[in-house]
């Protein structure tokens, strides 16, 4: 299934769940189909295994369907608890900056408040990355059981200040990679059963129609799985985190000369069966 968050045109405050009928098709309303389904993608994954067999239901009736054209797709998940991100997590990007392949996982974050829409604006560098939501609360969790405690994929865009990050306030990543906007998420979550392999997805990222990324998934050092369980060490996860598992080179801080966006550019990040998130630098 293709989940995902919108509101209808006029009724910002007005969040609701749905379920696409196909990428770029229409979208069942499942608080409208179902009104003891709740409005927000959060409040569907803590229902677990009842909220998803609704939107199943859903979905297989045709019914209380919103044209996209009346609608504003949001990001697929809003306010989660925790926003966790992974550096240096494709060999190629490694490459590309002669960098030591990492032993173990490199951790940052961003602030909830930097997820913005699949389609909104934002204000620098460009990172192309596959994202996943956790489903299924957990600490501690065996990396055999780690993709249970996963709901879905999407594509996001971790766009980075590299001024903030890489000069100032310490050199600490935070400040960077975490102004409001700077996180676009979208355009729908992708639930783990409509994915056959996260790790062999196709992964682009174009500025104003030229391609500056592509890559594969496959070029993760530490997969779904394993950041599942490396992180559910040091905090547990609930329904609705999520997680940014890395960029693949192509960056524009590490083009000769560097590149930066400007004023009126406009960026696409694809990923292979998950869609496309669309940009305007403002």
Known sequence: MRLVQFHRHGDAGGIRVGVEQGEGLGVVDLKAF???MPSTMRELLELGDKGLEC???ALASSQCVVERSDIQLLAPVWRPEKVVCVGMNY???CLEQN??????????????SAITGPYDD??????????FVIGRRGK??????????VAGFTVANDVSARDWQMKR??????LGKTFDSFCPLGPALVTTDAVKDPHKLGIRCLVNGETVQSSNTDQMIFKTAALVTWVSKFVTLIPGDVFLTGTPPGVGVFRKPPVFLKKGDVVECQIDQLGSIINKVV
Do not use: C, T, Y
Not at 140 to 149: F, G, N, P
């Open 34 to 36: 179902d009104p003891s």
């Open 55 to 57: 939107a199943q239901r």
């Open 91 to 93: 060999r190629d990007h």
């Open 99 to 112: 960098a030591v392949i990492p032993k173990e996982p490199i951790i940052f974050s961003k602030f909830p």
């Open 122 to 131: 934002i204000e620098v560098d460009w990172e192309v990355e596959l994202a």
């Open 140 to 149: 501690h969790i065996k990396e055999e059981e780690a993709l249970s405690h």
């Open 169 to 174: 306030n310490g050199k600490q990543w935070l």
